[in-house]
């Protein structure tokens, strides 16, 4: 069992091959959980919707932390703004089971995700 598990994960991070990868599978990661947060909210599950929106909410922070902002000038200044309002939009569903909120931020995370394939395809 343990050996299956170290396979999977060796296997996994052979398949993260640079860091343009690893931005478009955390914009993935987010537009999916963001997704399980509203069914949840959708089946009043409290429990998931506060996992998934902390999940989210993570991402978003993982994203900011990466952000050059010496090299990466304006676009960075933006995306930084842009990261920042997501988790505020995702702390107010979270508070207020708004699920206005949340697809705002899924609507962001898809075009997050299609201008970063366009631009690293």
Do not use: C, H
Request: negative net charge; charged residues 25%; proline residues 1%.
């Amino acid at each position: 069992m343990y050996s299956q598990a170290v396979s999977s994960y060796n296997q996994n991070n052979i398949n993260i091959e640079t860091p343009e990868k690893l931005i478009e599978m955390l914009y993935e990661g987010a537009l999916r959980f963001t997704s399980f947060a509203k069914k949840s909210i959708e089946k009043d599950d409290i429990e998931k919707k506060v996992y998934w929106i902390n999940r989210v909410i993570n991402i978003f922070a993982e994203l900011l932390a990466s952000l050059d902002l010496e090299k990466g000038g304006d676009i960075a200044l933006y995306l930084s703004g842009l990261y920042e309002q997501q988790i505020k939009f995702l702390i107010e569903a979270n508070v207020n089971n708004d699920t206005e909120k949340l697809d705002i931020v899924i609507k962001v995370l898809k075009g997050l995700l299609e201008a970063w394939k366009e631009q690293n395809g």
